[in-house]
C-alpha cells in the first residue's frame, strides 16, 4: 500500500528542516519545536492540515517583525539548499508550501514586502495559493505586478503569473471575480502564449480551461484566435479546450477538424454482461465502420452515466481515440471500464448507463446494474 501523502512530513523532513532553522535562528531548540509540531491532534491532520500547522509553529520562532521574517526565511531557504534539501527530502517544492502559507497569513497588509518575498520565493516552492488572498485583496495593482512577472527571466516566476490567476485552481480559494468576469487575467495569459517553457504553457492552457467552465466563449475566441500561430501554441489552445470537447461542444469539433458523422456508423454494441459487481470491470466492444470514401477524423468517446444517491446521474466522458479512420473501413473496438473503489468516487448501487460518443455527438446507450 503507497504512503499516505501527509506522512511526506516524515521524520527525514523535520530532521532536514530542523536543521535549516537552527543554522539560522538563534537558540533554536529542535525538540522544543518537535514538541509543538507533534501534538495529540498529529496523525489526524491531512497534509494542508500538517503544512499549516508547522507554518504556524515556524512563525513562532521567526522575529515579529514581518520584513526581518523574510530575511530569516531567505536565509532558511539558503540553509535548505546549502545541506542538499532535494537529494534528502521527498517534494521538497511542496512540503515547503508552508513557507509561503506563512506569507499568506502574515503579509497580506504589507504588499510591497510580500510580492517582493513570493517572487524570490516561488522557484523553492510555488507562491501560486500564496499569491491569491493579494490578488482578491488588491485586484488592480497585484495583477499589474502578474503582468510584469509574465516578462520575467525566471520561469518559475512567469508561471506564477498564470497558475496563481486561475479561478479554479485546485486547493486554492476560488477567485470569484474572475468567474464572472476573466478580462484581467487575459493580458497575461496573451503575454505568455509563445513561451519557451512546457511548464508555463501548460499553466497558460489550465488557466484557459477554468476560464471555459465559466465564460465558455472567452475561451472559445481565444482558442480561434490562437490557434495555428505555432505548434506550441496549438497544444495550449487544444488542452484549453479539453472540457468544452468533452463535453461536445460543437463549434470546437469544427475548428479541430471532427466533422460530419453522417457517413459513421457503430454496429454490434454488446457490453460483456447487464450486471457488474463493485470491484470488477464493465467490457464493452462495438464495431466502428467509415463509410465514406475517404479518411475521416473522428474524436471517439463513452460516457459512464454513474448513479447518484438522489436517483438521477452524473456523466463522465473518457476517450477512446483520436486519429484518422480509413475510408471504407471497419474497426473492432474493446474497452473496460473498471468499478473498483477508490477514494475519488463513491458508488451507488443500481441501474447505470454506457454510452459511445463520436465527434461530440452520442449516439448509443446500453443498461447495466451495478451490485456490491
Known amino acids: 500500500m503507497a504512503d499516505l501523502f501527509k506522512n511526506l512530513y516524515s521524520k527525514q523532513f523535520f530532521e532536514v528542516f530542523t536543521e535549516a532553522l537552527g543554522m539560522v535562528l538563534k537558540d533554536f531548540n529542535s525538540a522544543q519545536f518537535l514538541k509543538r509540531v507533534y501534538t495529540d491532534e498529529w496523525e489526524e491532520l491531512e497534509l494542508k492540515q500538517r503544512m499549516y500547522h508547522i507554518s504556524g509553529i515556524m512563525e513562532g520562532y521567526l522575529s515579529p517583525d514581518y520584513p526581518e521574517s523574510i530575511r530569516q526565511i531567505y536565509e532558511i531557504i539558503d540553509a535548505l539548499k546549502a545541506i542538499n534539501v532535494d537529494e534528502r527530502v521527498k517534494y521538497p517544492d511542496l512540503v515547503f508550501m508552508l513557507i509561503p502559507h506563512y506569507i499568506e497569513s ?7 514586502t510580500s510580492v517582493a518575498a513570493m517572487e524570490q520565493i516561488t522557484s523553492f516552492t510555488t507562491c501560486e495559493f500564496a499569491v491569491r488572498p493579494f490578488i482578491i485583496k488588491y485586484e488592480d495593482k497585484m495583477m499589474s505586478v502578474m503582468l510584469q512577472w509574465a516578462g520575467s527571466t525566471d520561469h518559475h516566476v512567469r508561471r506564477l503569473a498564470s497558475e496563481g490567476c486561475r479561478s479554479r485552481l485546485p486547493w486554492g480559494i476560488a477567485i470569484r471575480d474572475f468567474k464572472f468576469d476573466p478580462s484581467p487575467v487575459l493580458p497575461v495569459l496573451d503575454r505568455l502564449r509563445n513561451d519557451p517553457s512546457e511548464y508555463v504553457r501548460k499553466s497558460v492552457a489550465n488557466n484557459l480551461n477554468d476560464i471555459s467552465k465559466d465564460n465558455p466563449q ?3 475566441d481565444i482558442a480561434k484566435k490562437w ?11 487544444k488542452h484549453a479546450c479539453r472540457t468544452l470537447l468533452k463535453a461536445g461542444n460543437q463549434e470546437l469539433m469544427q475548428l479541430f477538424g471532427f466533422g460530419s458523422i453522417d457517413d459513421i456508423e457503430i454496429i454490434n ?3 460483456s454482461k447487464s450486471i457488474i459487481r463493485v470491484g470488477e470491470y464493465l467490457e464493452f466492444n462495438f464495431e466502428l465502420h467509415n463509410r465514406s470514401d475517404k479518411n475521416e477524423l473522428i474524436r471517439l468517446e463513452y460516457g459512464i452515466y454513474f448513479l447518484k444517491q438522489n436517483g438521477t446521474h452524473t456523466k463522465k466522458v473518457f476517450k477512446i481515440s483520436e486519429k484518422d479512420y480509413p475510408a471504407k473501413s471497419s474497426t473492432n473496438i474493446t474497452r473496460r471500464q473498471s468499478f473498483k473503489v477508490v477514494s475519488t468516487r463513491k458508488f451507488h448501487m443500481g441501474e447505470h448507463l454506457v454510452s459511445l460518443i463520436i465527434n461530440g455527438v452520442e449516439v448509443e446507450e446500453s443498461a447495466f446494474e451495478l451490485r456490491p
Not at 106 to 112: H, I, R
Not at 227 to 237: A, C, L, M, N, R
Open 227 to 237: 490557434k495555428g500561430q505555432s505548434k506550441e501554441t496549438d497544444w495550449i489552445v
Open 218 to 220: 472567452v475561451t472559445i
Open 106 to 112: 502574515n503579509g497580506l497588509d504589507d504588499f510591497e
Open 269 to 271: 454494441f454488446n457490453t
